[in-house]
């Protein structure tokens, strides 16, 4: 692996060593439609991020890897854990643009509204559904502390709350 390979745990990247056609070829594979980046050698397709993984710690891991800030091509080593498939759910992205995970924004009869929704152990829970967007998050914030999920993921609810609070009350909950 390391005769393939280097890696830069600040920028994520992963970098051949072998020469390609008389000259030094820099990063190593593409990003796939999954938004991760995959590597071919020796004839086998590899998720960069397992790669990464078996580089710095010498094993590849039983669970699946996460991508704590949830961007798949981004495999910086600080950005990198080891994670159940029910964690790794739990961080993944609902359909939808809005800043919190579990939190989109749907339409019922033309008017907007949100959903607070939660995976865990895959099964998906829909929690509430409002036209207010804080509340919606308050309510995903207290299944996540409810199922005890914290150590799962930087809870992105808990930060848009605390930010929320903060502004109008100049205190962190």
Excluded at 24 to 29: L, N, Q, Y
Excluded at 38 to 59: C, D, P, Q
Aim: hydrophobic residues 30%; glycine residues 8%.
């Amino acid at each position: 692996m390391r005769s393939l390979f280097d890696y830069n745990p600040d920028t994520g990247l992963l970098l051949w060593k072998i020469r390609s056609h008389g000259r030094r070829a820099d990063r190593a594979g593409s990003r796939g439609t999954s938004g991760y980046i995959k590597v071919e050698t020796g004839g086998k397709i590899f998720l960069s991020h397992r790669l990464i993984w078996l580089w710095n710690f010498g094993y590849f891991p039983e669970n699946e890897i996460d991508h704590i800030n949830g961007d798949g091509s981004d495999n910086r080593l600080s950005n990198l854990r080891e994670a159940t498939r029910s964690c790794n759910l739990f961080n993944r992205k609902y359909k939808g643009k809005e800043e919190v995970t579990g939190v989109c924004k749907s339409y019922r009869k033309g008017e907007r509204v949100y959903i607070a929704a939660i995976c865990k152990d895959g099964n998906s829970t829909w929690l509430h559904e409002s036209s207010d967007y804080v509340e919606a998050v308050a309510y995903r914030l207290a299944a996540e502390q409810c199922l005890e999920l914290g150590s799962c993921v930087k809870s992105a609810a808990k930060d848009y709350i605390n930010s929320y609070v903060n502004q109008i009350y100049k205190k962190e909950i």
